[in-house]
């Protein structure tokens, strides 16, 4: 296509979720000769993989390889491991070339006209007490939104609590899913630990269980999402999109095909090679607690800094990249801290502030180091740099309460989703997750 030599551009390739690969194209000169550019600007990946069926699709018919061909002068050292057959049905594919019209017709399944899968999903359920659903992950766990106000309507805690709330709603219902990449659940993120605090029940009870899926487990040979299997109304659901779309995302996305449940055989080799996955706790249920506010709801801050009443720390840590923004931010910090006063037992020795560095923030800085002088606090401010060259990524709100500051370990971590000044505005709805290790 470029009128080089083979030798000029070279790849790579590692394995993705359920074994799919991701090949690299690089230019083999020291610094680029621009070929990758100019196959892309001149041409298009289609039209390359295209290229490449036709050269796979063997004039001589051979069975695996020969110098009609794959095998040259360059890798006649691998010419009895080259096997053309395995990638050309795989580009085929990626293609849609050469696909049968229904992809499940040996399962008997009809497509289904639908612009949502999520409604068709959870109307099975009400008929159903047992459901096996399969996914490259449960989630994508994301750096908390700058713009976020709360995690009350994000779309994988919504349908995590719509499945907890089936399960627990009738007697010996069951959910398995089964993930190529295991859940991880982790004390650094808020919508982590809300997904955590809704689904830990019925992993306890034992109505929930995770599976880990083998790396050769073809997902898209199989169903999306299987009802009371092995048992007479057995539904499967079928989805193209099962590849690369997480659980909680969409449960069941288009296009869909349905179909009975699968016979004994199909059912035993579906489930061929799965591992039972123990979730790791990211905290003990006990230590942690999670209050959602709506737009216009009270806040009941002695309640939900109650750990505070009568206690002194020597450290309060303030992570918030909007904490000094503007005077409105600053005054709802100050406002934050007298609320807090009336509840511990004296100021802390220290506060220390990770916010963003706008440039113009000493003013403030001087104002709040004013404020607190007279509680015998010291104000330490570090400025986080989130543009040009030495940029760093941050966006997570949280406090830290640390009664030692020689044990970090023992110590209360808040996480605010909307941050400080939109936890005291009624206007916004907020999320408030108390960690406590202490």
């Given at each position: 296509m470029l009128n080089i030599e083979p030798r000029e551009v070279a790849a790579t390739?590692?394995?993705?979720?359920?074994?799919?690969?991701?090949?690299?194209?690089?230019?083999?000169?020291?610094?680029?000769?621009?070929?990758?550019?100019m196959l892309?600007?001149?041409?298009?990946?289609?039209?390359?993989?295209?290229?490449?069926?036709?050269?796979?699709?063997c004039q001589a018919g051979c069975?695996?390889?020969?110098?009609?061909?794959?095998?040259?002068?360059?890798?006649?050292?691998?010419w009895e491991k080259l096997d053309r057959q395995p990638v050309l049905a795989w580009l085929k594919r990626v293609l849609m070339m050469d696909q049968a019209p229904n992809p499940y017709a040996r399962f008997n399944a009809s497509p289904v006209d639908a612009d949502e899968g999520t409604p068709l999903l959870f109307q099975e359920l009400d008929r159903s007490n047992?459901?096996?659903?399969?996914?490259?992950?449960?989630?994508?766990?994301?750096?908390?939104?700058?713009?976020?106000?709360?995690?009350l309507s994000t779309a994988p805690l919504v349908l995590a609590r719509r499945l907890a709330a089936w399960l627990a709603s009738g007697s010996g219902r069951r959910a398995e899913l089964a993930l190529a990449q295991s859940p991880n659940f982790t004390l650094e993120n808020s919508e982590s630990l809300a997904l955590w605090h809704e689904l830990y029940p019925r992993l306890a009870d034992g109505s929930l269980k995770f599976w880990t899926l083998p790396r050769?487990?073809?997902?898209?040979?199989?169903?999306?999402?299987?009802?009371?299997?092995?048992?007479?109304?057995?539904?499967?659901?079928?989805?193209?999109?099962?590849?690369?779309?997480p659980l909680l995302e969409k449960p069941l996305p288009i296009p869909l095909w349905r179909s009975p449940g699968l016979l004994a055989d199909d059912l035993t080799a579906f489930r061929s090679g799965w591992k039972e996955f123990v979730v790791v706790p990211p905290v003990?249920?006990?230590?942690?607690?999670?209050?959602?506010?709506?737009?216009?709801?009270?806040?009941?801050?002695?309640?939900?800094?109650?750990?505070?009443?009568?206690?002194?720390?020597?450290?309060?840590?303030?992570?918030?990249?909007?904490?000094?923004?503007?005077d409105w931010q600053f005054r709802a910090l100050l406002s934050f801290l007298e609320q807090l006063a009336k509840l511990w037992q004296k100021w802390p020795a220290k506060i220390e502030i990770k916010t963003r560095d706008t440039g113009e923030q000493n003013?403030?800085?001087?104002?709040?180091?004013?404020?607190?002088?007279?509680?015998?606090?010291?104000?330490?401010?570090?400025?986080?740099?989130t543009k040009g060259p030495n940029r760093v990524d941050f966006h997570d709100r949280r406090i830290i309460f640390q009664p030692d500051e020689k044990n970090a370990r023992r110590r209360v971590t808040v996480l605010l989703t909307g941050g400080i000044d939109r936890y005291l505005d009624h206007k916004f709805e907020c999320g408030v997750i108390t960690h406590r290790s202490l």
């Open positions: 390739v590692r394995t993705r979720l359920f074994g799919y690969p991701e090949v690299i194209l690089y230019d083999t000169v020291a610094g680029g000769a621009g070929y990758c550019r892309v600007d001149r041409h298009s990946m289609r039209d390359l993989l295209r290229k490449a069926v036709e050269s796979l699709d069975t695996h390889a020969c110098r009609t061909c794959l095998q040259d002068y360059d890798n006649q050292l691998v047992h459901v096996v659903v399969v996914a490259p992950t449960l989630c994508t766990i994301r750096q908390q939104d700058p713009g976020a106000e709360g995690f050769s487990f073809d997902a898209k040979g199989w169903p999306r999402a299987l009802t009371n299997p092995g048992k007479v109304g057995s539904v499967a659901w079928f989805s193209t999109g099962t590849v690369n779309t003990k249920p006990a230590d942690l607690s999670l209050r959602e506010y709506r737009a216009g709801q009270t806040r009941d801050l002695p309640n939900d800094f109650a750990f505070c009443r009568a206690q002194g720390f020597a450290i309060v840590r303030i992570e918030d990249p909007y904490a000094l923004d503007n003013s403030i800085i001087g104002e709040l180091q004013r404020a607190v002088k007279p509680h015998g606090t010291v104000v330490d401010v570090r400025r986080v740099p």
